[in-house]
């Protein structure tokens, strides 16, 4: 789709939230929709009994202090998530300039 062109607004929408959303960005819902409906498949089949991966919902959980605080740092190897993508790009950077 060009800059050019322009979707035309769908009048079936009578939320004004919704409705406002498309207006503001149109290529924004099929995409949120997509990643809802795999999240959604992703936690059914974390529910089966032979489920060897944690769901969505867990994740978020055990994950929420990395997430949500990225930059504490307790000492040793108890560190928030941007200290630990900060070393391994560190580690990135060093083994391009040795090769």
């Known amino acids: ?19 406002s959303l498309q207006k503001q960005f149109p ?3 099929p995409p949120a929709i997509a990643i809802v409906i795999f999240l959604v498949i992703w936690q059914l089949f974390a ?12 994740v978020i959980q055990d994950t929420w202090v990395l997430i949500f605080w ?17 070393a391994s790009l560190q ?6 300039t040795l090769f």
């Open 1 to 19: 789709m060009t800059l050019a062109q322009k979707r035309p607004a769908n009048p079936r929408f009578s939320n004004s939230f919704i409705s």
């Open 27 to 29: 290529d924004l819902i």
């Open 47 to 58: 529910w089966t009994p032979d489920a060897t991966l944690p769901g969505p919902i867990q």
């Open 70 to 86: 990225p930059f504490y740092d307790r000492g040793g190897i108890d560190k928030g998530l941007f200290w630990q993508i900060l």
């Open 91 to 96: 580690r990135v950077a060093i083994s391009y």
